[in-house]
C-alpha cells in the first residue's frame, strides 16, 4: 500500500514537471524563399517594376524600360508570355477587390511634358484604353497607386513646374471619372499613397528647409480637405528618401531610406490614431530602396537591397523576426517590390538586376510560402 501511494505520487510530481518544462512553439514564419526566375527577356535594360496578387490569387507583374511597359501573370505554377501594353515609364500596380488590377504609369509628351495616366486590367478582357489623369502642360512624375476595399481609387505624383514641384492627388470611384487638385502646403517628390481606413495618406520627401536634406513628410485626407504636412522622419542633417506606405486595420505603416554617416539604413514610423511614433532603425548594413506590405491579419513585410543582395523581415504581433535573404551574389541590385497572397500564405518579390556579367538589368522574380506555426503543446510519453 505504502509503495503504491508513494509511486503514484512519484508519477503526480513527474507529470507535473513536465507540464511546467512542456515546450510551447511559438507563431513563427517558417518555409523559404524559392528559386530566383528571370521574367524579362527583350534585352532592354529595366528600369522599374511593380508587382500585385488579384483577388483570384493571379501574380501580375509589370515593368518598363523606360520607353514600353509589358506585363505577366502567375496562375498556380506557370507564367504567361510577356505582353506589351502601353508606351510609358515608372508603372505601379494594385489589386481591385472585383479581381482586377489597376495601374498608373507617366507617359512622356515632349521635353517639358509627362502625363499620369490610368489603366485597368480586369480577367478575360484584359487591359482598357489608358486614360490620362494629370492632362497639365507641365511634368507629372513618380504616379503612386492606393486601392480602397470599397473600389475607390487614389493616385498620387509629383507634378514639376518652372516655380514649384506640388504634390498632387486624383480620386476616383470608377476609373472614369476623375478628381485632381494638390494637397496643401505639399510639395516635393516621390510621393507614396495609401488607404487607412476612409482616410487617404499621403507620404512624400522634401527639404526640411532650403539648403537641408530631404525628409519625409506626411498629410491625410481630412473631410473635404488635407491636415497640415508632419515631418515623420525629422532629421533635418541626414537625407531621409524613397517613402513608402501601407495600412490595414486602421494602422498606418512609413518606411524609408536613411543616409547615416557613410552608408544607409531603412527607418520606419506608424501611425495608428493619435500621430506618429518616433523613427526606428529596421534594417542597417547598407540598406536602399525600401518597399513594404501588409497581411490581412495585420502583419508586416518589409524588403529592400544591398549593392549585392535582396533581403526581406517580416513582423509578427508586432515583433520583427530576423532577417531573410532572398537574393544573394548579385550586382546593382535595386527597385525591389513586393506584395502579400494572404489566401495562400505567400509572398512575392521583385526587383532588378543584371543576369551574370550583363550590363543591362532585368526583372527578377521569388516566393516565400509562409507556413506558420500555431503555438503547441508537446509532452513527452511517460510510462510505468
Known sequence: MFWSSRRAMCSMLIITMLLGLALTIPAHAAGFWGPQQRLSAQGDDIVATDIAVDGNGTVHVVWSDGESIYHRTRSRTSWSDPQRIASGAAPKIAARLNGGIAMTFVVTVSAGEADVFYSRWHEGSGWNVPLNVSNTPYLSLTPSIAVHDDGRLAIAWSEQ????????????????????????????????????????????????????????????????????????????????????????????????????????????????????????????????????????????????????????????????????????????????????????????????????????????????????????????????
Not at 494638390?182 to 516621390?190: D, T
Open 161 to 384: 513646374s518652372l516655380e514649384n514641384t506640388l504634390i498632387y492627388v486624383a480620386a476616383s470611384t470608377d476609373g472614369a471619372i476623375w478628381s485632381v487638385a494638390p494637397i496643401s502646403n505639399a510639395r516635393g517628390h516621390h510621393p507614396a499613397a495609401t488607404w487607412m481606413g476612409d482616410a487617404l495618406v499621403v507620404a512624400w520627401e522634401d527639404e526640411f528647409d532650403l539648403g537641408f536634406p530631404m525628409d519625409i513628410f506626411v498629410s491625410q485626407q481630412q473631410g473635404a480637405g488635407w491636415t497640415l504636412p508632419v515631418n515623420v522622419s525629422a532629421s533635418p542633417f541626414r537625407a531621409s528618401t524613397l517613402p513608402t506606405l501601407t495600412a490595414r486595420d486602421g494602422t498606418a505603416l512609413l518606411a524609408w531610406q536613411e543616409h547615416v554617416d557613410s552608408w544607409h539604413e531603412i527607418h520606419m514610423a506608424h501611425k495608428s490614431g493619435t500621430g506618429w511614433t518616433v523613427p526606428a532603425r529596421i534594417a542597417d548594413a547598407d540598406a536602399y530602396s525600401p518597399a513594404i506590405a501588409s497581411e490581412a491579419v495585420g502583419n508586416w513585410h518589409l524588403l529592400w537591397t544591398t549593392d549585392n543582395m535582396i533581403r526581406h523581415r517580416r513582423s509578427v504581433a508586432n515583433n520583427w523576426l530576423s532577417i531573410e535573404t532572398v537574393a544573394a551574389g548579385l550586382t546593382m541590385a535595386g527597385g525591389p517590390a513586393l506584395a502579400v497572397d494572404s489566401n495562400s500564405r505567400t509572398v512575392h518579390a521583385v526587383w532588378l538586376a543584371p543576369d551574370g556579367a550583363a550590363t543591362t538589368k532585368d526583372v527578377w522574380y521569388s516566393r516565400h510560402e509562409m507556413l506558420d506555426m500555431q503555438p503547441r503543446l508537446m509532452l513527452p510519453l511517460v510510462r510505468w
